[in-house]
C-alpha cells in the first residue's frame, strides 16, 4: 500500500519569504501526484498536478511541484508567498492504473504573518 | 456550473445511531468518492461509486456503507456511529476515463459530531 509523508506540520513565514513544503510517498510503480489546499473555511481545492512529462509542474496562484522520482518527492514551491495563502496543504498520491482512490498526507498547515 | 454540493452542513447524533450524508457531483461527473478528515489529519479513503456500484473501498468496517444513483448522486451510510466516527465527511467527484487518474474535485464536507 502506498502512503505519504509531509514532515513539515505547521510552517510560519513572513510575507514575500520563500516557501517549500515537503512531500515524500512511498510506493513501487508509477504514481500520479496531486496538491490539494485547504483555505480557512473552504473545500478542499486542487493546486496543481502531475501525471507525466515535464516533471516541473505549475498550478494556480504561482505555485510550482518539482517531481523527483529517485527522491520519490513531490515538494510544493513558490518563491514569494502572501498572507492570502496562509492555508493547510495537503500532498495526496494515485497510484497509475486501475486504482483511483487518493492517499493523502498529513498536512502542513502554512501560517504567512502581515 | 456548479461545483460538488453535500448535504446537510452539520449533523450532531450519538453513539449507536445511524446517519445518512448526501452528495452530488460536479455537472458531467459520473464517479463519487467518499473520505473520512480527522481533525488535524488528511483526508482518508472510504470507498468509491462508480456505475451504481461500490468500485474500491478502503480500510473501513462494514458500518459504513454507500449508494449511487442514476443521476451519479450518492449517499454515505454510518451504522451504530462510534465518537470515532466524528469528522469531517468530504465527498469527491470525478470523470471516469481510460486514464488511470482522474482529478477529484472536492465538495465542502459534513461535519459530524457523535455525542
Known amino acids: 500500500a502506498q502512503s505519504v509523508s509531509q514532515h513539515n506540520h505547521h510552517v510560519i513565514l513572513s510575507e514575500a519569504a520563500s516557501l517549500e513544503l515537503g512531500c515524500n510517498y512511498s510506493y513501487g510503480g508509477t504514481v500520479n501526484l496531486f496538491w490539494y489546499v485547504q483555505y480557512p473555511g473552504q473545500h478542499l481545492q486542487l493546486l496543481l498536478k502531475?501525471?507525466?512529462?515535464?516533471?516541473l509542474v505549475k498550478g494556480i496562484k504561482g505555485f510550482e511541484a518539482e517531481f523527483i522520482k529517485s527522491k520519490f518527492s513531490f515538494n510544493l514551491r513558490k518563491p514569494s508567498v502572501q498572507w492570502s495563502d496562509t492555508a493547510e496543504y495537503f500532498c495526496a498520491v494515485n497510484p497509475s492504473g486501475s486504482a483511483r482512490q487518493l492517499t493523502f498526507g498529513s498536512g502542513t498547515q502554512l501560517t504567512v504573518l502581515p | 456550473d456548479a461545483g460538488v454540493t453535500q448535504s446537510p452542513t452539520h449533523l450532531i447524533k450519538t453513539r449507536g445511531q445511524q446517519v445518512t450524508l448526501r452528495c452530488s457531483p460536479k455537472s458531467g461527473h459520473d464517479t463519487v468518492s467518499w473520505y473520512q478528515q480527522a481533525l488535524g489529519q488528511g483526508p482518508q479513503f472510504i470507498f468509491q461509486?462508480?456505475?451504481?456500484?461500490?468500485?474500491q473501498r478502503g480500510n473501513f468496517p462494514d458500518r459504513f456503507s454507500g449508494h449511487q444513483f442514476p443521476n451519479y448522486s450518492s449517499e454515505l451510510n454510518v451504522n451504530a456511529l462510534l465518537l470515532g466516527d466524528s469528522a469531517l465527511y468530504l465527498c469527491?467527484?470525478?470523470?471516469?476515463?481510460?486514464?488511470?487518474?482522474?482529478?477529484?474535485?472536492f465538495g465542502p464536507g459534513t461535519r459530524l459530531l457523535v455525542l
Open positions: 469527491a467527484s470525478s470523470f471516469m476515463s481510460g486514464r488511470a487518474a482522474e482529478t477529484q474535485y
Open positions: 461509486y462508480y456505475e451504481e456500484e461500490e468500485r
Open positions: 502531475y501525471f507525466s512529462g515535464d516533471p
